[in-house]
């Protein structure tokens, strides 16, 4: 690495950022970050030097990239359910023109690698296989096709020996105190008795902890190896909906539910309840969406960063 030189974080200010900023400072980086939103004041505890600024705006990330090592790129427009049409343009600007903005300055600064933080939603539905980083991409959404195109201006950079310095890692579904979004929902809803299963709980998901989010990140930026590659990462297990259950209601100190509602009925009514509301101009309580998500089997293979780079996942479900 360059001698004292600047780690770049953007959209650091966001559900996993800190963690990954804290990571980067434990083992004694410089850190600089680029967010839209003010830092907290952990940031500037650690020494963060922490700039405000738009990865879509050129100028400003043409400053924060000056005497950087290597830049690790969170910043994107997230998923939701079924968006808009009119969100498309917004994610396209950012999500594939804040990389194309923050690739082009890394390469004119002479940073020695670019982290691009993905997604394993580019896969798109698995058809109940096992997935791995040779399988083809199939993106079903608007936010996992610009995570796709994001990650070939990443691969496709390469330095002035025409090295490539770009890597790419396909994140499973990150869980930690930050994080919100549909298992803190599921939490919730165990926590108040309100939930009832859909299906039979068989249908897999594929995790990662924050924590080990950051340690996949460090191994990235430093491990050779990790050039012009793409890992998928992920706590190493899938787990079953029934496993995610019953954990969280172990933690609860609650009874799992005895009830299940068969998948097909449910997503007719919830179909009937989404179109009503949609008629009514109404936000809909539930979507057929609602009930593909919870019901779709995710199971992606994170060997190859653990063969490759000697990453460990430090924790699992029941840790």
């Known amino acids: 690495m360059k001698d004292k030189a600047f780690i770049l974080v953007t959209g650091a200010t966001g559900a996993v950022g800190p963690c990954i900023v804290t990571a980067l400072c434990d083992a004694g980086c410089r850190v600089r970050t680029l967010s839209i939103d003010s830092p907290p004041a952990s940031f500037e505890a650690m020494n963060v030097e922490a700039m405000i600024g738009d990865v879509t705006d050129v100028s400003a990330v043409h400053d924060a990239m ?58 798109g539905q698995s058809g109940g296989q096992i997935l791995t980083e040779d399988s083809r991409p199939c993106p079903d959404t608007f936010y996992a096709r610009t995570k796709l195109d994001a990650e070939r201006i990443v691969l496709n950079a390469k330095d002035n020996n025409g090295e490539r310095i770009g890597t790419v ?32 709980g068989s249908n897999r998901r594929t995790l990662v902890y924050d924590k080990d989010v950051a340690n996949a990140v460090l191994l990235a930026i430093r491990h050779p190896a990790a050039a012009g590659k793409i890992f998928n990462v992920s706590d190493g297990k899938f787990h079953t909906v029934n496993d995610l259950i019953s954990i969280m209601c172990r933690v609860l100190n609650r009874k799992p539910p005895g009830l299940k509602l068969p998948v097909g009925p449910v997503r007719f009514a919830a179909g009937l309840v989404e179109d009503m509301a949609r008629l009514a101009g109404i936000q809909p ?7 593909d998500k919870y019901t779709e089997d995710v199971a992606v293979d994170s060997q190859r960063i653990q063969c490759e780079l000697g990453f460990v996942p430090q924790y699992d479900l029941s840790a």
């Open 66 to 123: 000056q005497n950087v090592d290597s830049v690790i790129h969170l910043a994107a427009l997230l998923h939701i359910e079924n968006p808009p049409p009119a969100l498309k343009e917004k994610y396209e600007k950012i999500n594939v023109g804040g990389t194309s903005t923050v690739i082009a300055a890394a390469v004119q600064a002479g940073v020695r690698r670019a982290v691009l933080f993905s997604t394993i939603a580019v896969y």
């Open 169 to 200: 890692l396909r994140m499973g579904a990150i869980y930690g105190s930050r994080i919100k979004g549909n298992y803190q929902r599921l939490l919730q809803s165990l926590a108040k008795g309100r939930f009832i299963p859909i299906g039979d």
């Open 285 to 291: 309580p539930i979507m057929r969406a609602t009930i």
